[in-house]
């Protein structure tokens, strides 16, 4: 199993082969756990979201089109998916203001350290680091914050198109960058 | 009904879909965009790309994987096949349900009369884990709306396979957890309808994906385990078997 490629892993899964599905956990498990945790700010929230996405890549293995993009990045935007519903759902209402609060405490809630934390490849950092400031904000208050970009657009005092278009081209720049440092997405 | 956006406007929220940063309608009307524009779907997967590089890596929590070992059963499940043998042949095809059950017990004493039809099927049947064309056709049939969907169970419930048939008789089997077969025996495909059981082909030892054809009007399928080349009347009950469902 160790040799084989998503694609195929993905397959022996729809054969019903818990070593399969074994061996994405192995693969993926870390990042979707790290990603969720991020974005929940709450461990036992996370783990619950990396539950629900490896059982629901058991259950329905064909939801993910290998033509579409990775298993790696399907997973995370499963997994993000689900932590987002999370913070945004009523019952987690209390939570997502103390962790707002606490976002806001932290002025320098910066994208650079995060990643740092998250031991993510130089190349990545560096890609980051190139973004202009307002495009990294928007970036990291949506991705790992959780925020619509309207939200974001009222966090930071912007228009709302203006978020908007930063999201959408810092995401770009950050592409072009990782592609010029020979590093794909995956 | 959310009027329709267009594709411009579409393209300005590609960033903050990729990162669930839109609001529930902005989704839908994202989602109902993408299937008819290549060039927005093939951006939020770059976009999707991009943010999973974001995201990390860490160590996969060992905990969670014991949950989820716990949820989906205590390992893949294995079949011991003489046993299974030695049960089956007590209770030949009676366990099979209703309509399909008829069909399949008249098998049992008839070498039927499709012979001829059933030789052709000898052959064996497109099979595909490397055949990327075969393993979308799949794919696209069993989420398609008019496909009529089997599920073939053992009479332990142990074994599963999953299959379409598209109206024009086009099948395929896209999931199952049967085993390998030792060296000199192969799996076959069975359609169960009125008469005796017809051939729809052989399978080989190890199935995977594959695509077949019957007759549309099928009541069922089943799936022996044979010598290798196939029977033309099935020499033994049906490892796994199941009714059309209605769609």
Redesign the interface.
């Given at each position: 199993m160790e040799d084989v490629g998503d694609a195929a892993l993905v397959l022996a899964v729809a054969r019903y082969r818990t070593d399969g599905l074994a061996e994405v956990y192995r693969r993926h498990g870390g990042a979707v756990y790290a990603l969720a945790r991020r974005v929940t700010a709450d461990p036992a929230l996370a783990e619950e979201v990396v539950q629900e996405v490896f059982l629901a890549l058991w259950r329905d293995p064909d939801r993910f089109d290998p033509d579409r993009g990775s298993l790696r990045s399907w997973l995370l935007a499963q997994a993000h998916g689900k932590s987002v519903d999370m913070v945004r759902s009523e019952t987690s209402r209390k939570r997502r203001e103390e962790r707002e609060a606490r976002l806001r405490a932290e002025s320098g809630y910066d994208i650079e350290r995060e990643v740092v934390d998250l031991t993510v490849a130089e190349g990545v950092r560096e890609a980051v680091g190139t973004l202009r400031e307002e495009e990294r904000r928007a970036i990291e208050l949506a991705y790992f914050g959780g925020h619509t970009y309207r939200e974001v657009a009222r966090l930071l005092g912007e228009p709302e198109g203006t978020v908007k278009a930063r999201i959408r081209t810092g995401l770009r720049h950050v592409r072009v960058r990782l592609m010029g440092a020979g590093i794909n997405g995956a | 009904m959310a009027p329709e956006v267009r594709h411009d406007e579409i393209q300005?929220?590609?960033?903050?879909y990729?990162?669930?940063?839109?609001?529930p309608e902005e989704r839908t009307a994202v989602e109902a965009h993408l299937p008819d524009c290549p060039r927005c779907?093939s951006e939020v997967?770059?976009?999707?790309?991009?943010?999973?590089?974001?995201?990390?890596?860490?160590?996969?929590?060992e905990?969670?994987?014991d949950?989820?070992?716990a949820?989906?059963?205590d390992?893949?499940?294995t079949l011991d096949l003489d046993r299974a043998r030695r049960e089956r042949a007590r209770r030949p095809w009676g366990w099979v349900s209703s309509a399909v059950a008829a069909a399949a017990i008249a098998a049992a004493v008839s070498l039927g009369v499709a012979v001829n039809e059933t030789q052709q099927r000898l052959d064996e049947v497109e099979a595909g884990?490397q055949e990327p064309g075969l393993?979308?056709a799949a794919?696209e049939a069993?989420?398609d709306p008019d496909a009529r969907r089997i599920t073939m169970v053992s009479e332990d419930r142990v074994l599963?396979v999953e299959a379409v048939v598209l109206p024009d008789g086009t099948g395929y089997l896209?999931?199952?957890?049967l085993e390998a077969l030792p060296e000199g025996q192969t799996y076959q495909l069975w359609a169960l309808g009125e008469g005796d059981p017809i051939s729809a082909g052989v399978l080989g030892p190890n199935p995977?994906?594959s695509a077949f054809t019957v007759d549309p009007g099928i009541a069922g399928l089943a799936i022996t385990d044979e010598v290798a080349g196939g029977a033309v009347s099935p020499d033994l009950p049906p490892l796994v078997a199941g009714e059309v469902q209605n769609a």
């Open positions: - | 300005e929220l590609l960033g903050a990729a990162l669930d940063a839109v609001s779907r997967a770059e976009h999707l790309e991009t943010a999973a590089a974001l995201a990390g890596a860490g160590p996969a929590p905990g969670v994987w949950r989820i070992a949820a989906i059963g390992g893949a499940p884990l393993v979308r794919g069993s989420v599963r896209f999931r199952d957890n995977g994906i």
